[in-house]
């Protein structure tokens, strides 16, 4: 089955090609109970793991218009996204972490570079996604580099039927895509392939001319191309799965308006496989499964001689088992190995490669009905520095069965230092350790199911703590990685997912606010004035509402978010102002004899809002997508 | 920006290299203007004022004077020409002009966004050289505030020095970085190279003194402790000595009434301009990112203390004996004094 969401019954994404994609708001809400997550290991419905866990849907996704990974999140989840301009990087802050502790998984499996150690999600093409899981599990899970959490992704893997799409809209924008899939008794077999291009020459103000000018963005288009394919055989109690992705994006890098790079530009390319295998014997559960990846990143600035080319392969086989032991006892074990290299004209002629073993137990104990234990535990073994352990405990008490939930999970979090960290010439530093942390977190679920009216509230606590943090601080001549970080992070996450239903209309609303107050630790160096200071570019405040209407065959979203202040520098001398941006949707579906014809209206940054997320990189103005896409 | 975090490392390294200077030309007392590089691509750049009489400190003062515009990225170096102070911001392919006692500005000059403009000196009449971090100096009419043309050298350009109708400009890098290890002496007449000196890798701060000799620190080697100063006749460049670091070269400022030359190179280490010998006895053992000396009737060296580039710097205030004798918070990565009269 799935790495990541299973969906025992009821499953959403198979009726999708059945159903007008849209009228399926409030089953949704009421099938969150039904889903099965993997997020901690231990194949639980999503209530019931010690952990929050947040999933943005497929008709959320749908609805959304957005081009990228890092535009859903941005919009729909609790997490912030350093964005640097629609061409530019986007990366993570989960919980008031820095960006490499958070870690990205397709169907399991990291995706994050090695080199960089973090995930730049305006690499992903959003039309690949079908589903986004977010939760805060820790490094006994899925491996170090957790001590925000982390995001599964789910691609589109169930698909039947035939879709196009065409859209087109505002800075010369347009996406193309087109996917089929076939299924029989017992095997299935889908592809998909999309291209997304935009100019992105949208105006902004250029306040930092003498006097502001109005002026265009130069070099900032985008092209992403992707392609995906999955496949799938069952036969008696074993079942194969098996995708095939690949994108290329090629984008300018046209820099922070005050010292734009006009000719510089970026080469993203990627090829991931995947196959997995399954195998059940009365309680026992036995598979393999298998990853290979290669990606290219080539940065080429010719204004300052650059020509950065790497290419990292990777390659990662692993063995889960599961047995049920007793009716209280559910044993989870991986054994994984794995080899990662790099080749970089930024590492001179050094090829460096890592070698990687481990082993982890994840079991889930009931201890009576209503409340559930899980322990977790996980050795890893890098060649190139050593061990790392990681345990974890967590709990899931149900005060109300089905109706109040009280959760509590902690853990103990590392992370290994990245490729460049290691080996950057004349400034890696091979004596670095792993980074180490540890975080709790308590919440609580409460369902309220009234007749058509179903009320989610989802609230969590978390403190964090990380600890020898590997950082670069400047020595005589260079910066050099140290492990001088310290962060101490707490806060709170409040979700709401609201749901009512009649017989002519849907109406579905989730609401995510969060508060974060992340602060550096101990003093670095002498003189560091940033102790107990808010870590730059992370807000303390964050609104975040997405509400659908689904009347019929129409359907409309508004999402607004407020994002609150941000610093810009580590003594907190100087911030950036809050913003506010609504994003607009509307959608009519038609079914006519087996044919449904969807046209969709996007409406972005409906108030066009004059905001930036880093300081100099402007994001576009009030901006329109025009969708039409014909299922069969 | 996409690329630019696997490039940190990178842009480190020239951060750190980035030389920083001193108008070390005023003789008179008067307040300091302490130009903060800002953290680099984040265009926070400021001017710190600093008054060591009443010990006032007014930060951003670039902002507040010129109705909240920011400075921009890369508050390199300034210098003060026909009455006006230039300020090159060099991330942000720009020179503000402005009057240096209310720091107004009168007008901006835009360069072309593949320079990075870095020093600017007075080479003639209506004509001033910006070095730009590429392989050319900029030819620049004052009145008009056209760039008129360039002249290659080869490599990017950095420190430069004026003396007579002699300009001498650093070349650091060449275009990828690998280092350079000469210095161009141009005419200024004529805007011709006369010749390249060779010298020893990352030439970057080029001075000179009330005799006419020109003072170039070279970086040296990455990885070696090999930076040198190289003592240059002013008139034809040839070597009059040169002094071994045997560490790292960095910022140079003149004392010239005690003919003393304080050298930011493993600690603030002191220069017998008349012997041409460097001592062992440190003024300061703490590296600091910039250097100033304000010679006037008190006289007093100031350094800058960057801490990691991050966060508000400090400026520290030492007499010409080593004693420490103020400090005042400053912006982000304090790389330049500039001392009005």
């Known amino acids: ?632 | 920006m996409k690329f630019i975090v696997l490039l940190l490392p990178f842009i480190f390294v020239n951060l750190v290299s980035c030389t920083t200077d001193i108008n070390d030309d005023a003789n008179q007392n008067g307040p300091v203007l302490v130009l903060n590089q800002g953290i680099h691509g984040s265009g926070n750049a400021s001017i710190t004022s600093y008054d060591p009489f009443t010990g006032e400190v007014e930060q951003n003062v670039f902002s507040r004077q010129n109705d909240g515009r920011p400075l921009g990225d890369g508050a390199q170096s300034a210098n003060l020409i026909d009455g006006s102070l230039y300020i090159v911001v060099n991330n942000s392919h720009k020179i503000e002009v402005v009057d240096p006692e209310s720091m107004v500005s009168s007008h901006t000059i835009n360069m072309d966004g593949e320079l990075s403009p870095r020093y600017i000196e007075k080479a003639g009449n209506n004509k001033a050289y910006v070095t730009t971090y590429t392989d050319s100096v900029a030819i620049l009419n004052i009145e008009s505030g056209e760039v008129t043309g360039y002249i290659d050298t080869g490599s990017r350009t950095e420190g430069i020095g004026v003396s007579g109708q002699r300009a001498f400009v650093a070349n650091t890098f060449y275009p990828g970085f690998s280092p350079a290890n000469y210095v161009s002496l141009i005419n200024t007449e004529n805007d011709e190279i006369i010749k390249t000196i060779t010298l020893r890798d990352n030439p970057s701060v080029v001075k000179v003194d009330s005799q006419g000799r020109i003072w170039v620190v070279c970086n040296g080697s990455f990885g070696e402790e090999n930076g040198a100063v190289y003592v240059l006749e002013g008139e034809d460049g040839s070597i009059i000595e040169t002094i071994e670091l045997n560490a790292m070269g960095g910022n140079l400022v003149f004392y010239e009434d005690d003919q003393t030359a304080y050298i930011a190179s493993g600690g603030i280490r002191v220069i017998n301009m008349n012997e041409l010998t460097i001592s062992n006895n440190l003024v300061s053992t703490q590296s600091y990112y910039s250097l100033g000396f304000d010679d006037s009737e008190n006289p007093l060296l100031y350094a800058g203390d960057a801490k990691n580039y991050a966060q508000a710097g400090v400026a520290i205030i030492y007499d010409v004996n080593g004693a420490r004798v103020d400090s005042f918070s400053t912006g982000i990565s304090p790389g330049f004094f500039y001392f009005k009269d």
């Open chain 1, 1 to 632: 089955m799935c790495f990541r969401v299973r969906i025992c019954f009821l499953v959403v994404i198979l009726t999708a090609s059945i159903l007008p994609a849209y009228s399926q708001t409030l089953s949704d809400t009421l099938r969150l109970d039904d889903i099965i997550i993997t997020a901690t290991r231990v194949p639980e419905p999503r209530k019931h793991q010690p952990i929050q866990v947040q999933i943005i849907d497929s008709v959320t996704l749908k609805l959304s218009g957005s081009s990228s990974l890092a535009q859903i999140l941005e919009s729909h989840s609790g997490l912030f996204i350093r964005n640097y301009g629609p061409s530019g990087a986007s990366t993570i802050s989960q919980r008031g972490m820095v960006a490499h502790q958070t870690q990205v998984y397709w169907n399991g499996f990291n995706i994050n570079h090695p080199m960089l150690g973090l995930m730049d999600v305006n690499t992903l093409s959003a039309g690949m996604i079908s589903s986004i899981e977010i939760n805060s599990v820790g490094s006994s899970a899925y491996g170090g580099g957790s001590l925000g959490g982390s995001i599964q992704i789910a691609t589109n893997d169930n698909q039947t039927g035939l879709d196009v799409s065409q859209s087109v809209g505002s800075f010369g924008r347009i996406i193309s895509s087109g996917g089929a899939g076939v299924k029989g008794d017992h095997w299935q077999f889908n592809a998909q392939a999309i291209r997304d291009y935009s100019e992105n020459d949208f105006p902004y103000r250029d306040y930092t001319r003498n006097p502001t000018e109005e002026r265009k963005r130069n070099n900032n288009k985008v092209e992403t191309r992707s392609m995906l394919a999955n496949g799938g055989y069952s036969f008696g109690k074993s079942e194969v799965r098996s995708g095939l992705w690949y994108s290329h994006s090629q984008r300018g890098v046209p820099g922070p308006i005050q010292s734009q790079t006009m000719r510089a530009n970026q080469e993203d390319e990627f090829l991931r496989w995947h196959g997995n295998y399954q195998i059940e014997f009365s309680e026992v559960k036995l598979g393999g499964k298998a990853y290979l990846n290669r990606q290219e990143l080539n940065y080429i600035n010719p204004q300052d001689g650059i020509n950065s080319l790497s290419t990292n392969t990777s390659g990662l086989f692993e063995i889960p088992v599961s047995y049920d032991y007793s009716k209280s006892i559910k044993l989870n074990g991986i054994m994984a190995a794995s080899r990662a290299w790099v080749e970089s004209t930024a590492y001179n002629d050094e090829a460096p490669d890592r070698t990687h073993y481990s082993a982890q137990l994840n079991p889930l104990i009931v201890l009576i009905d209503r409340f559930k234990l899980y322990p977790s535990v996980r050795v890893d073994h890098y060649n190139d520095f050593g061990h790392a352990f990681s345990y974890a405990l967590g709990l899931n008490y149900a005060v109300v069965p089905q109706s109040l939930i009280w959760r509590a999970y902690a853990s103990s979090d590392f992370n290994a230092p990245t490729f460049n960290d290691l080996y950057w010439p004349d400034s890696g530093n091979p004596d670095l350790q792993p980074e180490e942390g540890w975080k709790m977190e308590t919440g609580f679920n409460s369902t309220l199911l009234q007749g058509n009216f179903v009320q989610e509230t989802d609230g969590q606590v978390f403190i964090s703590r990380l600890k020898n943090g590997i950082q670069w601080i400047p020595g005589e001549r260079v910066f050099r990685p140290q492990n001088v970080r310290e962060i101490n992070a707490r806060g709170f996450e409040l979700q709401s997912n609201t749901a009512f239903l009649t017989d002519s209309y849907t109406v579905k609303i989730a609401q995510i606010l969060s508060g974060t107050w992340s602060t550096y630790g101990k003093s670095r160096f002498p003189g560091d004035q940033a102790q107990g200071k808010q870590l730059i570019h992370t807000p303390v405040w964050q609104y975040k509402m997405s509400a659908i209407l689904d009347f019929g065959p129409l359907n409309m979203m508004i999402t607004p978010r407020w994002i609150g202040t941000r610093y810009v520098d580590e003594d907190n001398q100087n911030a950036i102002e809050a913003y506010s941006v609504v994003d607009y949707s509307l959608a009519y579906s038609l079914k006519v004899v087996g044919i449904t014809t969807d046209l969709q209206w996007n409406l972005m940054n409906s108030l066009n809002a004059d905001y930036e997320v880093i300081p100099y990189y402007p994001i576009p103005g009030r901006n329109h997508l025009i969708t039409l896409r014909i299922s069969i």
